[in-house]
């Protein structure tokens, strides 16, 4: 995945992505897991971590752009 990013630490543009899953409550207490993409600088290390949903949808609106896949 590839999004336009400065690193808001050093500036920097070179990072890299990873899928993390972590449990989430809902309204209900039921306990459920969302996916979530870590977005990591490569330089200094800081990560923004943004909801897997919300990003897939976005992209889904912009035609031609593949589904995003995950970084081992």
Do not use: H, Q, W
């Amino acid at each position: 995945m590839k999004l336009d990013f400065r690193c808001a630490k050093c500036g920097s543009s070179d990072y890299y992505v990873k899928t993390a899953i972590f449990p989430e409550k809902d309204s209900k207490l039921k306990v459920e897991f969302g996916t979530y993409y870590l977005k990591i600088c490569s330089d200094c290390g800081y990560t923004e971590i943004y909801s897997a949903k919300v990003v897939n949808k976005e992209l889904k609106k912009v035609k031609n752009v593949p589904e995003p896949k995950p970084t081992p």
